[in-house]
């Protein structure tokens, strides 16, 4: 078996953007897809399918995320693999292009899991990773709701999910490949307006992002403030494992823990060890897109 499965974002995604989140996150399935089939690992395609949604200023990831409070992009990102639950992350980064192949960095070459701010931005510089203005990650769109939203004092993260008006658009993917390895990645600018070096579910283990080989794989999307409450991910890995791995009632179920325990909206995607899919949200819409072997061609939505 191989399976990929990926998400751009759960949120009440207007009309006139459901089209670019439709190909985007087409694109990304296509290029995981691709690699898997030529006989690729998960960790690959996991990285090369999150960085075409970062490059992507559709989504709220790496090029095009949401700004924060002093107007910045303000970066997140983690990457997980199931076969010997490595993982690695970065939160709070202004200068790279790519966070996920930053924290696939840190997978693969530091005792440490997740850096945070000027030292992962060091840590970076020292091993090869490309280093960018910050500015060249703000796009036209952001300036523009920056500019509306810090007008707006009464806004609040929650309210904004609650009332399903504000992007959500934090972009996932999880990937099994022939040798039975899963990996999962996330990546994010987080909410928007958000408090400078407020963190989110995104680049945290077991809330955002989540992988193991004897189970299958988790990303998450959503108010990260209740993500981190319920643990999000393990939550729905955990669901898995008990239930007879059953990924679609793992991934509803979390919603309604979600929901039921800390007030969140948001939207799930899991992958089993078997390559089966599920995916749940209780919000308007969810980017969503998968395919493994047994189908003749990808199922994508938005
Ligand atoms: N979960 C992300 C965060 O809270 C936001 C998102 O999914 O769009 O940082």
Redesign the pocket.
Known sequence: MISIIVHG???DIPDDAVESHYKGVEHALDVGWKILKLGGNAVDAVEQAVQIMENNETF?AGYGSHLNQLGEVEL?ASIMDGKTIRCGAVAAVHHIKNPITLARKIMDESEHILLVGNGAEQYAKEHGITICESTELVTQRERDRWETLRTKKEFK?KDAFKKLVR????VGVVALDQYGNICTGTS?G??PN?YPGR????PLIGC?TYADNEVGGVS??????A?IKVVMAKTVIDLMEMNGSNPQKAAERGIEILHRKADGF?GVIALNKQGGFGIAFNTPRMARAYMNIDMNKPFIAV
């Not at 963190?199 to 995104?202: E, L, M, N």
């Not at 998450?220 to 403030?225: F, I, L, S, V």
Request: no cysteine; hydrophobic share 20%.
């Open positions: 974002g759960a949120w709220d997140d993260t992007p959500s658009d934090t994010t987080g909410t958000k963190v989110g579910d995104s955002g998450t999307t959503g108010w990260g403030e993500m948001g």
